[in-house]
């Protein structure tokens, strides 16, 4: 159970009281940030992180299902869709601080907003349905910002 706790929350941002959605995406930014440091290869930051929305989505119905008994369907202090909801915003984008902060602004507009079905998978009430609202956001922040870098970079 503490190990479904640790993965629900990324690692305690979850129990921030005042927030704890945007401080789970945060948790998504500064994991990138400080990859992005280590000056990997492209494409090598990118399998990373397409490996970590594959892992997160996984663990994050799996800590759902642990601690729905205990915390209820869809809590605030789980925050792992979040974290997750991040990645998948910057995924195949440049590699900097720029993008990395537009992509959370956006995925976080798009996570709370709930524009364009979002709010319908977010309804479904569904252990994949508390990842997958977040994961549309993600897409959503993902295709504004390939259309900015497309056209403006």
């Known amino acids: 159970m503490k190990i479904a706790k640790l993965i629900a929350t990324s690692f305690g941002a979850g129990f921030i009281p005042v927030a704890p959605g945007?401080?789970?995406a945060l948790v998504g930014l500064i994991f990138s940030y400080l990859l992005s440091l280590?000056?990997?290869e492209y494409q090598y930051f990118q399998i990373v992180h397409i490996a970590l929305v594959i892992i997160s989505y996984f663990l994050g119905?799996?800590?759902c299902k642990k601690l729905e008994n205990e915390w209820g369907q869809d809590p605030s202090k789980v925050?792992?869709?979040e974290t997750l909801g991040f990645w998948v915003s910057i995924l195949?984008?440049?590699v900097n601080i720029y993008i990395?902060?537009?992509g959370f602004v956006l995925f976080r507009f798009f996570d709370i907003l709930?524009?364009?079905g979002i709010r319908k998978i977010d309804l479904m009430h569904t252990h994949h349905s508390v990842m997958l609202d977040d994961v549309l956001a993600g897409i959503y922040a993902n295709i504004v910002l390939q259309i900015y870098v497309f056209y403006y970079l």
């Open 100 to 102: 990395f902060i537009a």
């Open 79 to 81: 925050v792992i869709d």
């Open 38 to 40: 280590a000056n990997i």
């Open 92 to 94: 195949f984008l440049p």
């Open 22 to 24: 945007t401080f789970g």
């Open 61 to 63: 119905v799996y800590a």
């Open 114 to 116: 709930k524009p364009l």
